[in-house]
């Protein structure tokens, strides 16, 4: 069995309020049928598709923020039916505390994970994995006084920090200039070599998807979206945006895609 499974999920919402078919039936409006999808433990897999195809509702359901209507997520053996620690999400809107400092925010992730640690040890752990991020000397400033790729790195900081099973990419990088976006991609690339996470991200971004996945797999446009196919990205690693796209692999996977 896989490490993470998303096996024959279906998403279906009320298409309105009140609305009725026939027979006094509810009518719903399917979001995306029978999502099937293997990735292993270590694998870094990307799901593209235009927005509206219900890329991030599937997420959603694999973090175990919405419930499927049909289908289910197992990872580890394990099914997923609501939130945890062992699946981490970074998100496209940062999501940060904006009250808590950078290196609170991501002390209170690590003492969640570790409830009995004491807090020296909770302090190392966040500043190791702030330092990693680049993000030293800026550990004492409130979101509002960092820039978004700052923002983004402290969310990555703090998700890598919880050291969870599986780490949940929603668009992370569509709020960040293309400048600040490349730099970051390539500190999540080194991040994830270093620990190994298995990682599952969503993106419309082709070139983004090429450049940091092992394997991605396309879905179709709503409604009743479908996953299509998935595919390994046989470029070499390290890769880096300006060497990748003189490969011939590149504009096959590009011209696919």
């Known amino acids: 069995m896989a490490f993470l499974s998303i096996e024959r999920v279906s998403k279906y919402f009320p298409s309105q309020e009140g609305a009725t078919g026939r027979a006094g039936r509810q009518e719903t409006f399917c979001v995306f049928r029978d999502v099937d999808l293997r990735i292993e433990k270590g694998e870094f897999v990307t799901l593209i598709g235009h927005?509206?195809?219900g890329k991030s509702t599937l997420l959603n359901i694999v973090a175990g923020f919405e419930q499927?209507?049909?289908g289910g997520?197992?990872?580890d053996g394990k099914e997923v039916t609501s939130p945890g620690l062992d699946r981490m999400v970074v998100f496209q809107s940062f999501a940060l505390m904006p009250w808590l400092s950078a290196a609170e925010n991501v002390r209170l992730?690590?003492?969640?994970?570790?409830?009995?640690?004491?807090s020296g040890q909770v302090g190392t752990e966040a500043q190791k994995y702030l330092d990693m991020m680049g993000l030293k000397g800026a550990e004492q400033k409130k979101p509002a006084f960092l820039s978004g790729g700052m923002r983004q790195r402290v969310g990555l900081a703090r998700a890598f920090a919880v050291q969870p099973k599986v780490l949940l990419l929603d668009e992370p990088f569509a709020q960040i200039d293309a400048l600040t976006r490349g730099v970051i991609q390539e500190e999540l690339v080194r991040m994830w070599s270093?620990?190994?996470?298995?990682?599952f991200m969503v993106t419309h971004d082709?070139?983004?998807?090429i450049l940091l996945s092992d394997r991605i797999a396309l879905m179709t446009n709503g409604p009743e979206a479908r996953l299509t196919e998935s595919f390994a990205v046989d470029i070499p690693r390290p890769r880096t945006r300006e060497t990748m796209i003189d490969t011939d692999t590149y504009?096959?996977?590009r011209n696919h895609i």
């Open 73 to 75: 997520v197992i990872l």
């Open 51 to 53: 927005s509206g195809c």
């Open 109 to 118: 992730a690590v003492r969640a994970a570790h409830p009995t640690w004491a």
């Open 251 to 253: 504009t096959r996977l």
């Open 194 to 199: 270093e620990t190994q996470h298995t990682v």
């Open 68 to 70: 499927a209507s049909s």
């Open 206 to 209: 082709v070139d983004e998807a």
